[in-house]
């Protein structure tokens, strides 16, 4: 096809387009694995898996430094705690009884209201055609640097507030886990 | 094969989907919280996509926001979930209804 690249609103052509077409098929496919497997040991490797997959759709649209931080933050760190507390608390809690709840029929009727404005949305709505700048993801003050730097600019220069209330945040999670998390006998009172 | 935004927002929409439905019906508490995580990955999913697609780099740094959110979320749920575990030695969310009327 000649002038793939002219396409108006493409995002990804050619051999790239493909390569997204194969990571969200699996990304789907461990999606639902998670879902769907009983032992949440595999359940949670699916979900790693899940994780890397995505990082690799991010490297495509070039978010490198999002795709690295998915990697290192998600597969590195969220999914270690999942594996540390299932390793805590697994026992014969998960094996026994049935893994799903009897609420099937409702949960599949608010997907469905939920697909349909979807559908309406996608249908319906023309997405401006914006001319697409190759590097605007690399560019800081005009010249070329790297999607690092470029990320790291926006965020200390336009998102410098945002960025200290996450780091608030993340202390008010961090006091509230091991609050959570003590045993409630050394409680004095 | 050219990928347009619809075929993102098809892919996001599918995942959101997907760990809906987990947070819906499934009954341990952990795979309830690996749903949620999944629904928070199909938002950056459509933070990215929209991103590259009005060549912003504004949805790469909110992307950057979300796992931050993702990462305390998952660790005030692991709390939670010890904390069930020790109070009801199970994980089940449908043992866990001592408030409902």
């Known amino acids: 096809m000649t002038g793939a690249e002219t396409v108006p609103g493409a995002l990804l052509t050619g051999a790239a387009g493909w390569a997204f077409v194969v990571f969200a098929v699996l990304a789907l496919g461990t999606a639902i694995a998670v879902v769907v497997a009983r032992n949440p040991i595999h359940s949670a490797l699916f979900l790693l898996s899940c994780f890397l997959i995505v990082a690799c759709i991010f ?5 490198e430094f999002v795709g690295a931080v ?3 933050v998600y597969a590195g760190g969220i999914m270690v705690l999942f594996l540390f507390v299932i390793m805590l608390v ?6 026994d009884a049935v893994a799903f709840q009897h609420q099937w029929d409702i949960a599949v009727l608010f997907l469905i209201a939920f697909l349909l404005p979807f559908l309406y949305v996608l249908w319906t709505e023309r997405f401006p055609a914006i001319a697409s700048s190759p590097d605007a993801f690399r560019a800081v003050r005009g010249r070329i640097a790297g999607n690092t ?3 790291a600019w926006a965020l200390y220069r336009d998102y410098l507030l ?8 993340l202390l008010v999670a961090m006091v509230g886990a091991v609050v959570l998390g003590k045993r409630s006998a050394e409680r004095v009172d | 094969m050219t990928i347009t935004i619809n075929h993102f927002l098809v892919v996001s929409f599918l995942l959101f989907s997907i760990g809906l439905l987990g947070v819906l019906v499934r009954r341990n508490f952990l795979t309830v919280l690996m749903s949620v995580e999944l629904m928070l990955n199909a938002v950056n999913l459509n933070l990215i996509a929209f991103s590259k ?3 912003d780099l504004t949805g790469q ?8 959110i993702a990462a305390g979320e998952a660790a005030i749920g692991l709390a939670l979930t010890i904390s ?5 030695r199970t994980l089940n969310v449908e043992e866990a209804s001592s408030m409902q009327g």
């Open chain 1, 59 to 63: 490297i495509l649209q070039q978010a």
């Open chain 1, 70 to 72: 998915q990697i290192l």
């Open chain 1, 90 to 95: 697994h026992q014969r809690t998960v094996k």
């Open chain 1, 149 to 151: 730097q470029a990320v």
């Open chain 1, 162 to 169: 945002p960025f200290e209330v996450a780091s608030v945040f």
């Open chain 2, 53 to 55: 697609r009005l060549s």
């Open chain 2, 61 to 68: 740094v909110f992307s950057v926001f979300v796992i931050t």
């Open chain 2, 84 to 88: 069930l575990f020790r109070q009801r």
